[in-house]
T-cell receptor, first 114, second 115 residues
Framework: AQSVTQPDIHITVSEGASLELRCNYS??????LFWYVQSPGQGLQLLLK??????LVQGIKGFEAEFKRSQSSFNLRKPSVHWSDAAEYFC????????????FGTGTKLQVIP | GAGVSQTPSNKVTEKGKYVELRCDPI?????LYWYRQSLGQGPEFLIY????????DSGLPNDRFFAVRPEGSVSTLKIQRTERGDSAVYLC?????????????FGEGSRLTVL
C-alpha cells in the first residue's frame, strides 16, 4: 500500500527566507506525486504535481519540488517566503496506471514571522 | 457554481443520530471523492465515484457509512448511528479526469461534531 511521510509537523521561517518542506513516499513503482496547500477557511488547492519527465517541477505561487527516486522524496521548496504562504501543506501520492486513490500525508504547518 | 460546494458547512448532532452531508461537484467532473480529515491529520480517503458508481469504497470505516451519487453529479455521504469518533471535517473533491491523475478540486468541507 502506498503511504506518505511528512516528518515536520510544524515549521517556522522568517519572511524572505528560503523554505524546504520534506516529503517521503512509499510505493512500489513510479508514483504520481502532489503538493496541496490548505489555508484557513479554504479548501485544499493543488500547488504542483509530478507524473513523469523532468524531476524538477514548477508550481503556482513560486513553489517548486524535486522528485528524487533514490531517496523516495518529493521535497517542496520556495526561495523566498511571503507572509501569505502561512498555511498547512500536504504531500500526496497516487499509483500510476489505471485508477489509484490519492493518499495524503499528515501535513506540515508553516508559520511565517516578520 | 464555480467550485465544489458542500453543505452543511457545520453540523452538530447527538450520538446515535443519522447525518447526511451533501457535495455538489464542479459541473462536468465525472470523478468524485470523499475524504475525512481529523484534527492534526491529513485527509483520509473514504470513497471514490466514477459517474454514478462507487469505484472504490475501501476507505469507508464500517457499515454505518454509506455514500450515493444517483445521477452522476451530486453526492450524499450518509452516516448512521453517529459516534463521537465520527467528529471530523468531511471533504469532497471532484476531478475532470478519472483515476487519480487529475487535479482534485476540494470543497471547504463539512465539519461534523457528534456530542
Amino acid at each position: 500500500a502506498q503511504s506518505v511521510t511528512q516528518p515536520d509537523i510544524h515549521i517556522t521561517v522568517s519572511e524572505g527566507a528560503s523554505l524546504e518542506l520534506r516529503c517521503n513516499y512509499s510505493y512500489g513503482a513510479t508514483p504520481y506525486l502532489f503538493w496541496y496547500v490548505q489555508s484557513p477557511g479554504q479548501g485544499l488547492q493543488l500547488l504542483l504535481k509530478y507524473f513523469s519527465g523532468d524531476t524538477l517541477v514548477q508550481g503556482i505561487k513560486g513553489f517548486e519540488a524535486e522528485f528524487k527516486r533514490s531517496q523516495s522524496s518529493f521535497n517542496l521548496r520556495k526561495p523566498s517566503v511571503h507572509w501569505s504562504d502561512a498555511a498547512e501543506y500536504f504531500c500526496a501520492v497516487a499509483g500510476s496506471g489505471g485508477y489509484q486513490k490519492v493518499t495524503f500525508g499528515t501535513g506540515t504547518k508553516l508559520q511565517v514571522i516578520p | 457554481g464555480a467550485g465544489v460546494s458542500q453543505t452543511p458547512s457545520n453540523k452538530v448532532t447527538e450520538k446515535g443520530k443519522y447525518v447526511e452531508l451533501r457535495c455538489d461537484p464542479i459541473s462536468g467532473h465525472t470523478a468524485l471523492y470523499w475524504y475525512r480529515q481529523s484534527l492534526g491529520q491529513g485527509p483520509e480517503f473514504l470513497i471514490y465515484f466514477q459517474g454514478t458508481g462507487a469505484a472504490d469504497d475501501s476507505g469507508l470505516p464500517n457499515d454505518r457509512f454509506f455514500a450515493v451519487r444517483p445521477e452522476g453529479s451530486v453526492s450524499t455521504l450518509k452516516i448512521q448511528r453517529t459516534e463521537r469518533g465520527d467528529s471530523a471535517v468531511y471533504l469532497c473533491a471532484s476531478s475532470r479526469i478519472a483515476g487519480g491523475t487529475g487535479e482534485l478540486f476540494f470543497g471547504e468541507g463539512s465539519r461534523l461534531t457528534v456530542l
